[in-house]
């Protein structure tokens, strides 16, 4: 796992410029901007794509029903002619929650929905701005001419998706080019799981894993003081693991007492330390890389066999904020530092 990438989730966005800079010095070949609320991933990207050469740029993960489909396409196309060619598109449908705050919407089939949008996608930019678009799918009807379509740089731009469950992963093995897979993944889910839905998706498309890539968002956090970084790595598996929809993961792994205590915590206590104090060493252990630099790169090892390539993520993200905004730069810089190639 030579190929390393990192997501880079701050605030600032001029430090998300910076340290896509220097993860490029350090020779990791792909860099994620994140997308939520308050952090625009297409517009992070054009800042890294700016002070980069070339590092990889990637939306890590773009939420795909906030946008048009059309707006998506021709974001994609510019920053990839901003980049010279190294946008990476990864498209996660988040969740029925996410989606009713964000857009005021209920998505009811967003496996089905999302395989829409990307065929979309893919078509816009096989038209090479020429023709017309005519669309007239289940969720999308789409008309437009040629002239309002966008003129790629490349037609075959990468896509990964974000997918959990069986009906998404299958729908990801179908149409995209890559997985974008959860920081809540173990080896054995991905392994039991995660790679036979794949499968079925790859089978209907005429593909095989070998057409594939599987990248997965590593929970990391380095610190000298272990105690430290296992804490704030419990903080990230907990607000994960707090979402109902998720739940099918820690009964997968057989953690029933501490997802009832973790939700508990969540909704009932709002408490995070509480939530924290519930996510036990053995999720720990099998979800995070935590601990001191030589205790990560040893526990990195264990994804070789199942990851084309990881994707280093750092506890701090979501609306806890246990962690705060200067450790996680810290940490992010730990971290290329301590992955540099």
């Known amino acids: 796992m030579d190929f390393r990438a990192i997501t880079l989730q701050l605030d600032d966005i001029n430090e998300v410029a910076r340290l896509a800079r220097l993860a490029e010095e350090a020779g990791f070949g792909l860099a994620w901007g994140i997308d939520t609320p308050r952090s625009n991933a297409f ?3 054009a800042a890294m794509a700016a002070n980069t050469k070339k590092i990889q740029i990637g939306s890590g993960i773009a939420r795909a029903f906030v946008r048009g489909p059309l707006q998506t396409a021709a974001a994609a196309v510019d920053l990839d002619r901003l980049s010279h060619g190294r946008m990476v598109l990864g498209l996660g449908s988040g969740t029925r929650k996410q989606n009713l705050f964000e857009t005021g919407m209920h998505i009811d089939h967003p496996a089905s929905q999302i395989k829409e949008l990307v065929h979309i996608i893919r078509q816009v930019w096989a ?9 007239q799918g289940k969720f999308y009807r789409l008309n437009a001419r040629g ?3 966008t003129k790629p740089l490349r037609q075959d731009v990468p896509i990964y998706m974000a997918a959990v469950n069986p009906f998404m992963l299958r729908a990801a093995g179908e149409v995209a ?15 039991e799981e995660v790679l036979p ?8 498309a005429g593909k095989s894993r070998k057409d594939y890539q599987l990248t997965s968002w590593l929970i990391t956090n380095i610190a000298q003081d272990r105690k430290q970084a296992r804490r704030e790595a419990a903080y990230q598996i907990g607000f994960y693991m707090s979402t109902r929809s998720y739940g099918g993961m820690m009964d997968f792994h057989g953690w029933h007492q501490e997802k009832e205590a973790i939700r508990a915590a969540f909704f009932d206590k709002r408490d995070m330390e509480a939530v924290a104090d519930a996510v036990s060493d053995d999720m720990i252990d099998t979800l995070a890389l935590a601990g001191t630099p030589d ?16 994707t280093l993520y750092t506890a701090g993200v ?8 200067e450790r996680v730069r810290e940490n992010l810089e730990t971290i290329i530092h301590t992955f540099a190639q």
């Open 177 to 191: 080019d890559g997985l974008a897979g959860h920081p809540c993944f173990s080896v054995k889910y991905m392994k």
């Open 127 to 135: 038209l090479n701005g020429e023709g017309n678009l005519d669309f």
């Open 43 to 45: 517009v992070q990207m």
């Open 295 to 310: 205790d990560c790169r040893k526990q990195l090892e264990r994804y070789r066999d199942v990851l084309d390539f990881p």
């Open 318 to 325: 979501g609306p806890a904020r246990t962690v705060p905004q």
């Open 147 to 149: 002239f309002t379509l």
């Open 197 to 204: 839905h794949l499968a079925v998706g790859w089978q209907r």
